[in-house]
């Protein structure tokens, strides 16, 4: 595969039929805007009793129906949140991981030595993240994923993607390659993909 290739996002959507949740980073068409895009996807009752919200510049996965919740702590957390110049996504509870690191001066990659993949066996979904760095109108961006070693989880891979933005482009990174049982973890390097300027559009066509 050509490393400088634009991978086309709409076919990867549509002939990967569970890709889990996802994380795009990038920058518009026009150089204007940061754009991050969040999604969820679930094959379990309880994974796919989730809602979004968004209260005081968080935004937060909830419950539908909190009668129904079953291990609320792989489900339930801060996907997005905002410290000083900085703002970070991602897949769980290690968001305010990153958040509390930040503040004690810890940067996005050490904080994220001390997690590891989701113990939800046989599938030990793994972890992901990305953090956007602003400074004088731009801005650089990391992406992590920490999955398991094996099938076994006996032992946890962590890799940390260092990006800086170009318009029009951003990268693409998920927590399964497909379906199956056990799932398939994301492999490879998060996926090269073209980001436009309108995004109602794009978020319409995901």
């Not at 309880?46 to 129904?68: A, C, G, H, M, W």
């Not at 999955?147 to 933005?165: H, L, N, P, R, V």
Request: charged residues 30%.
């Amino acid at each position: 595969m050509n490393t400088y290739e634009i991978n086309n996002l709409e076919k990867i959507l549509k002939e990967n039929s569970y890709l889990g949740r996802g994380i795009i980073i990038g920058k518009s068409e026009d150089g204007k805007n940061a754009v991050i895009l969040y999604f969820i996807m679930g094959r379990s009752e309880n994974s796919r009793n989730r809602i979004f919200s968004f209260k005081d510049d968080v935004l937060y996965t909830e419950p539908f129906d909190k009668n129904k919740t079953i291990n609320p702590e792989l489900i339930i957390y801060r996907a997005l949140r905002e410290y000083k110049n900085k703002l970070i996504i991602t897949n769980g509870d290690h968001t305010d991981t990153i958040y509390e690191g930040l503040k004690k001066g810890i940067d996005f990659s050490e904080s994220l030595k001390i997690r590891k993949f989701e113990p939800d066996a046989p599938n030990f979904t793994a972890r992901i993240s990305g953090i956007l760095y602003f400074k004088n109108n731009d801005f650089s961006y990391k992406m992590s994923i920490l999955k398991s070693a094996d099938k076994k989880g006996t032992a946890c891979d962590k890799y940390i993607f260092d990006y800086e933005s170009l318009c029009g482009e951003g990268r693409f990174i998920h927590t399964y390659s497909g379906d199956g049982n056990p799932l398939p973890p994301f492999y490879g390097e998060p996926k090269r993909i073209k980001i436009p300027n309108d995004m109602d559009e794009f978020a319409s066509k995901i």
